[in-house]
């Protein structure tokens, strides 16, 4: 068994497609904020603070559950950078070696990078869904949001798992 302890540490730059998914999650979650600042006066004192699987608010909440989201996404940004930051803490198979640690390394740390900026990405969505619901401009996404969020989120994991699969 190989701790995490005893796996090298490679310092391995970030790629370009690291950056346009930073630059595309950022923007999403940047975004959102922008939104919540500008249009907040605007928005009643009740807004949907919950959707259930088909899409329909099911919950009521104060404006500022709005700001919920966002500060799960700056929790996110923090721990994901972490483990951005440290692959060789990541769980990886027995075949694991000096030899092929960097590739391993960075399929871990590409998909670590992409569900975080998806999430950011989603969180971005739903609180734009719920401003613009309270805001009375729109009904929301409908019941294909939440399927096409979770195949979404499901599609990085696939991936490297696949590419992982493929090292020797």
Request: hydrophobic content about 50%.
């Amino acid at each position: 068994m190989s701790y995490s302890w005893e796996r090298p540490k490679i310092k391995i730059p970030k790629t370009k497609s690291e950056w346009i998914w930073d630059v595309i999650g950022f923007s999403f979650y940047i975004g959102s904020i922008l939104l919540l600042i500008f249009l907040w006066g605007k928005l009643p004192d009740k807004v949907p603070a919950h959707f259930n699987a088909l899409g329909e608010v099911d919950r009521w909440g104060s404006k500022l559950e709005l700001f919920l989201l966002p500060g799960i996404g700056a929790l996110i940004i923090f721990l994901m950078q972490i483990f951005e930051r440290a692959p060789e803490i990541h769980n990886y198979p027995s075949r694991l070696n000096e030899s092929n640690a960097e590739q391993f390394y960075l399929v871990s740390r590409k998909m670590i990078n992409q569900i975080k900026n998806l999430c950011l990405i989603i969180f971005a969505l739903i609180t734009f869904e719920s401003v613009t619901i309270a805001a009375g401009w729109g009904d929301g996404f409908g019941i294909w949001f939440l399927p096409l969020a979770i195949f979404l989120s499901v599609i990085p994991i696939v991936a490297g798992i696949l590419k992982q699969r493929k090292i020797k």
